[in-house]
C-alpha cells in the first residue's frame, strides 16, 4: 500500500487531456476566489472563543456523521468513536479510524479528509494502523500552533461570509458578540431554522414553544402566537444579518389550512392529543406560512425536503440524533408544492432553494420548477449527493431545464470547519470538469465558461442568498 | 464575453479524440440523410400557405414555451415576450431575448438556436443586448428572401415526411389541400390526437363531444357514440395519411370498464355530474380502447404521459396554455398498462411507443417492456429530456433491454419549424458519439454501427410508424 | 457487415488512453484469478452427471431468458424458440436466433455471447442466417469433445465456487451425491430459496407446505410448524454447505405480527380463504422471520425484491414462468426495512444483501443503508441492470455512501453455465475502468486500486457470503 498524501494538482478534473487542459485553467481562475458558505453547522461561539480545537480525534472524526457512519457500517461501535455515554480516549478513536482508511476509498469523505490532512494540516501519508500514533501527535502538535485557531483559519480559508443554521429561539449571543469585536473582521450570519416548532405531534413541540415564548416574549399557547413570535424572531435575525432560513421536512407538502382549524389543532397538540392527519395538516400549513413570511421580510427560504431522520431507534435511544442513520425517501416537488408556488411563486420578495437527497428529482421536478418560477433556484447537490460524482450528475441533470443561473452555487452544509475548503474546492474543480466538457464539445465558448465558473462561485451565491454585493 | 458563433464540424461529438473520429465518420454518413418526423406540431397550414414568417420574434421568441420558460425564470414577464393581451413589439421582444441569451448557456434551447441562428439563418455572433436591433434587422431581413418561406425551407431541410398533430374534429382541410395542390411534392401528414375527449370531467369534455358530433355526423351523446365517432375520425385521418395516434395522459392506466357503466358515467358527466373515481375510471377505459382501435386499425399509438400540465394556476388563468409551466411528474408503466398489455401486447396489428418525462422509467420500466412485448418500442427521449446528455443517458438506459431496433428513431416534437434540423442534428450526433463509445470499446464492430447509424434515422422510425419504404 | 468476432483485449475498459492503461493493468492482474459465484441457477445435477450439453439451442438460447425475451419482442413465437408444448427443431432455433443477431447489438447478452462463443466456443464468426447451419453444427461438435462436458469447463472456468438456487424442500441429492464423489473436487453449494412458502394467497402455497411437511418431518400445518419446518430445512441446508439464503418479495416490507393472528391467517388460507391484506401481513411477517433465523445461524440472507413476474398472462398461461416477461417496479428499502433493522441491522450474526432492479435506489435507500448499518451490504447489479453500463452506473451511485467494502462483489445470476466466465469478465473489466478513473482523477492510489480489484474478486465476496477463505 502506497502510504505518500499526493494530492494531484489536476485531482477530480476530467481525465482527457484535452479536456483536463481547460478544466485546469477554469479551476485555476477562481481557485483562490473567496469562499461564500450561505449554509452550514459551524457553531458561531468557534469563531467568538477562538480556542484551540480540543483534539485530533475531536476535530476530524467524532463529530463527523460522514465519518462516523461508515466506521459504524464496518463495526465499529459509536462508544469506540467518542460518541457513548463516557468519553472514549481520543488516542483510541484516532487509531480506530486510521486503521480503516482503506473503508473510505472511493468515497468523498477520504477526497475532503486527503486534502484537509495534507493541505491544511501539512501530513505527508496516508493513515493506517501502523502510523495512527505519529499522525495523532503530529495533529495535537498543529492544533496547538497559533496558526492553527479557528480565526486564523477563518482568513487563511478566504471565508468571505459564513452562514450558521440556528434556533429560533436562540439569543445569537455569540453573532452579536462577534459584530461588536473590533479585533474580528470576518461575517458570520445566522440562518433562521424553524423546524422545532413545525410539528405539533413532535416530541418536542410543547417544549420548543414555551422557549420560543420566553425568547419573543410572545406567548406561542396559540396559532397565532406562534406565528406572531416566528414573525418576531425573524425579525431579530434579520437585524443580526440573517439572509435565509432553513426548513427540514420528511415531505413538502404545503398547503394553508384554515384559522379555527389551526387554532383547534393548536390547542390539541398542546393538550397532548393531537391526531396524525391533524399533524400533517398543521405541518403543511406551516410550510406555507413560512413562505408567506420570506415573501414578505425577504428571507431566502432554503427547503431540505426527503430525509427520515434516526432511521435505527436503538442508536437514537443510546447515542442521540446525528449519529450517522439518517436516511433518504424518494421525494416530490411538484403536486406538494404547487399551491405555494400558486401563492408565492411569481411574487418578486420570494425565494426558494430546493434540495434533495433523491436524485431523481433533479431532472424531473426541481430544474423544471427553477426553469419557470422566478424565486425559485436549485439547491447544490446535498449530503449524500455532494460527492464529486455527484456533482456532476447534478449539472447534468439541472443543466438543461434550469442553465447555471437558476442554480443556487455551492453549499457545504458541514459541521466540519477544517473541511469547508476541501468541500468547496471539490466544488470548484467538478464544475470547471462540467463547463470544459461543454466548452471541449463545442457547446460553450470558453471564454463564457470563465464568466459562469466565477459566477458560481461568487455573484451567483451572493444574489441567490441576498448577501449584498 | 466572446461574440462570434462558431458551430465545430465535431460539436457534441464525444471529447475523446480516437472515439471522436470514429463518431465523426458515423455522423458524416448520416448527416445529410433526409429528415424522417414522425411526431410534432407545426400547423400544416404553415406549407399550405407558404407566407414568410412574420418577424424574429413570431419566428424563435414568442411561440417556443421552451424559449419562453426560462426568460420568465429570469423575471422576463409573459407579456414583455409577447404573450399577454395587447401585442408586443417583437423588437422589443427581441430584446429582451438578447439580453438574457447567456442565460441559456449549457441547455438544449442555446444549442438548437446557435444552430438555428448561424447555419439557416447565417448570423455570425451570439446574440446580445448590444447587437439585439442589428440582429433583428437581419433575421427580418432574412424573412423577407424567397429562399426563407416555409416550403423552400422544407427543402432545404431535406424533410421526407412531417407529421403534425391534430384534433379528432378537424377537418384536415390544410393537409387535403397540400395532396391536391400540384405545385407542392412534400409529404404532411396528419395524426390523430384525441385528449380531448377522454376525460369527463375535463371543463371542455361536453364542448368536445359537440365539436365530435359535428364533425362526424354520429352522436356523441353516448360512450358507444363517442366510441363510433371516433372510429369513423380514425378512417378519416387515415384517409388522410394518418398512420399514427398520440394521447397525452396524466397517468398510463388502461383498465377497460363495463358498458352500462360507462354509459353511466358519460350520461352523467353531459349533466356536468361526474364523480373523480368514475371520471379515472372512464379514462382508463378510454385508453384501453383507443388500444384496442389501434390493434384494429393498425394506427400506431403514441402514449405520452406524466405531465402536469399548467402548474401555475395565475398564469394559466392569464396567458393560456403552452406557456412554460407543464412539469414532469413520477410515471409508472408496468401495473397501469398490464391490461392493455395482456389484451394486445402481442397483437401483430398493435404497436405501442411509449414516451417519458421520468427518466428513471426507462431502464426500468420502458426498455425492459420493449425488450419483450412485440408491440412496444421505446419512444425517443422528449420534452425535458431531449437534450444531449439527455440523449446520451436514454441511448445508456435503454439499449441494455431494448437494444436500437425496439427503439423508435428520433421524434422532435417541436412547434419551431426552423429548429427541425438542428433537433435531428443533435440526436444523430449523439447516437454517433454513443454508437462511437460502443466501437471504442469493443462491443460493436465499426461497419454495424454504420448500419445502425442509418437505420436509425430512417428504416426504423418508418417502420415504427408505418410510414412505408 | 463485418463477420468476424474480434473480441479486442481492451473490450469494455475506457475509452481514453491513459485510463484505459491503468485499467488493463488491473484488469490483467485479476483477469485470471478463480471464480466466485455466490449466487446462480445452474442445476448441480448438471455437475453430477456430467453429460453433454443437448444441443446449441439448448445450450445457449430456450433456457435463458435474456435471449429469449429479445427475440420475442422482434417477433419470434416462443413456441419457434423451444419453449412451446410440442418440441422445436434445435436447428430452426438456432436460425431463428442467428437471423436476430443485430437485435442484440449494444445489448449485454451480446457481449456475453460474444465472448463465449468466441473463447469458450472457439467460433470465429458473429452468427447470421448465412452461417446459421455451419454455426449449428460447429457447436454441436465441440459439445461432443470431451474437453466440452460440464465439469472440464468448470474447472476451464476455475470456478472456485459455485452457489444453486434450490426449494426448501429439495433433498440436495445433487449436491450430497458431488461431496462424495471421489473424481469431484469442485465446491458446488447449495442456497437455500423459501419463497414458495411465504405468500400464502399464492396458487402454490398449500402444495408447498405438503411438500416441506413431507420433506422435514415437520407438520406445516400451523405457521409455528412451518417456521420449524424451515428452520429445520436451513439446518439441513446448512449441513449441505450452504452459506446463505435467498429471498424475491415484489415489495421489501418485514413487519413482525403477533402469533395468533399469523396462525389465524395460516389456518384460513389452508382453508383457501384468506384476504389479501391477511396475505400482506403474513408475507411481511415471513420476511421478519426469515431475518430473525438468519441472526440466528448466520445464513447470508440476500433479498432480491421490486420483481413483477409474469407480466403477460396469456404467455404465462401457454409457456409457463421464466419466459421474459419478469418486469422491474419502483422499489423502495428504507421504510420497509425499518423494523427488520431495528431487531437486527447491528446484530454481528446478521448479514443482508440487498438487490435491486430500481437503480434510484442505489444511491438513494441502498448504499446509505450498507453505510450505516454493519449488516447491510449493497448487492451486485442485478438482472436488467448486470450490463456494462450498469455496472459502471452502479459503482458510480454506490461507492460514495458505501465504498468498496460495503458492497458484495459480483453475483452471476445466471441460468447459463457458459456465460459465467463472460458475466464474471464483464465486471472485472467495468471494476477496473471504475477504479482505473479513480486513479486517473487523482482519487486512489493506484497501488490501493490493485488492492481493491483483487478484494472485489476475491476476498469480499468470500467474507459477505461467509464462504471461508
Known amino acids: 500500500m502506497p502510504v505518500r498524501l499526493s494530492a494531484s494538482p489536476d485531482r477530480l478534473l476530467p481525465a482527457d487531456a484535452a479536456v ?3 478544466a ?10 473567496p469562499i461564500v ?13 477562538d480556542r484551540p480545537f480540543a483534539d485530533p480525534s475531536d476535530l476530524l472524526v467524532t463529530p463527523d456523521h460522514y465519518v462516523l457512519r461508515l466506521l459504524h457500517a464496518h463495526g465499529v461501535p459509536l462508544d469506540a468513536l467518542g460518541r457513548g455515554a463516557t468519553a472514549a480516549d481520543p488516542r483510541e478513536v484516532w487509531r480506530a479510524f486510521a486503521a480503516h482508511w482503506h473503508m473510505f476509498a472511493g468515497t468523498p469523505v477520504r477526497v475532503w479528509l486527503e486534502d484537509t490532512l495534507q493541505n491544511v494540516i501539512g501530513l505527508q501519508r496516508h493513515p493506517s494502523a501502523a502510523n495512527a500514533d505519529d499522525q495523532f501527535d503530529a495533529i495535537s502538535a498543529w492544533i496547538a500552533e497559533p496558526a492553527s485557531h479557528p480565526r486564523r483559519l477563518f482568513e487563511r480559508f478566504r471565508i468571505d461570509v459564513l452562514a450558521t443554521t440556528d434556533d429560533p429561539a436562540d439569543d445569537l449571543a455569540a453573532h452579536r458578540a462577534l459584530a461588536g469585536d473590533a479585533t474580528w473582521h470576518g461575517r458570520v450570519i445566522p440562518t433562521f431554522r424553524p423546524d422545532r416548532y413545525l410539528d405539533p405531534s413532535a416530541p418536542g413541540w410543547r417544549a420548543a414553544l414555551d422557549d420560543l ?4 416574549g410572545t406567548d406561542c399557547g396559540t396559532h397565532a402566537g406562534l406565528v406572531a413570535a416566528l414573525e418576531a424572531r425573524r425579525a ?33 397538540a398542546r393538550a397532548g392529543d393531537v391526531t396524525a392527519s391533524d399533524a400533517a395538516a398543521y405541518r403543511a400549513h406551516m410550510l406555507w406560512e413560512l413562505a408567506r413570511m420570506s415573501s414578505e421580510d425577504g428571507l431566502v427560504m432554503q427547503l431540505h425536503p426527503g430525509v427520515l431522520r434516526n432511521h435505527h431507534t436503538p442508536t437514537l435511544q443510546r447515542f442521540g440524533p446525528d449519529t450517522g442513520h439518517d436516511l433518504p ?3 416530490s416537488y411538484s403536486v406538494p408544492l404547487r399551491e405555494l408556488l ?13 434540495f434533495t437527497v433523491d436524485e431523481t428529482s433533479f431532472s424531473r421536478e426541481i430544474a423544471p420548477l427553477a426553469g419557470f418560477y422566478p424565486s425559485v433556484f436549485a439547491g447544490a447537490p446535498w449530503w449524500f449527493l455532494d460527492s464529486p460524482d455527484g456533482i ?28 469547508i475548503p476541501a468541500r468547496h474546492d471539490v466544488a470548484r474543480r467538478m464544475d470547471a470538469g462540467w463547463l470544459a466538457t461543454l466548452v471541449a464539445t463545442g457547446r460553450l465558448p470558453e471564454a463564457e465558461a470563465h464568466v459562469i465558473a466565477a459566477d458560481l462561485v461568487g455573484a451567483l451565491p451572493r444574489q441567490v442568498f441576498r448577501l449584498g454585493d
Open 213 to 216: 415564548t420566553a425568547a419573543s
Open 24 to 33: 485546469a485553467e477554469l479551476h485555476a481562475a477562481v481557485a483562490d476566489a
Open 236 to 268: 431579530f435575525f434579520r437585524a443580526a444579518g440573517a439572509t435565509s432560513t432553513d426548513t427540514g421536512v420528511v415531505e413538502a407538502w404545503a398547503v394553508r389550512a384554515d384559522t379555527a382549524e389551526l387554532e383547534r389543532i393548536h390547542a390539541a
Open 20 to 22: 483536463r487542459r481547460i
Open 392 to 419: 456532476r450528475r447534478y449539472r447534468e441533470a439541472v443543466t438543461d431545464s434550469a442553465g447555471f443561473y437558476k442554480t443556487s452555487g455551492f453549499i457545504d452544509d458541514t459541521r466540519a470547519f477544517l473541511s
Open 342 to 354: 400558486r401563492d408565492f411563486g411569481t411574487d418578486p420578495g420570494f425565494r426558494l432553494v430546493l
Open 37 to 49: 458558505s450561505p449554509h452550514g453547522h459551524v457553531d458561531a461561539r468557534l469563531l467568538l472563543d
Open 329 to 331: 425517501l424518494p421525494t
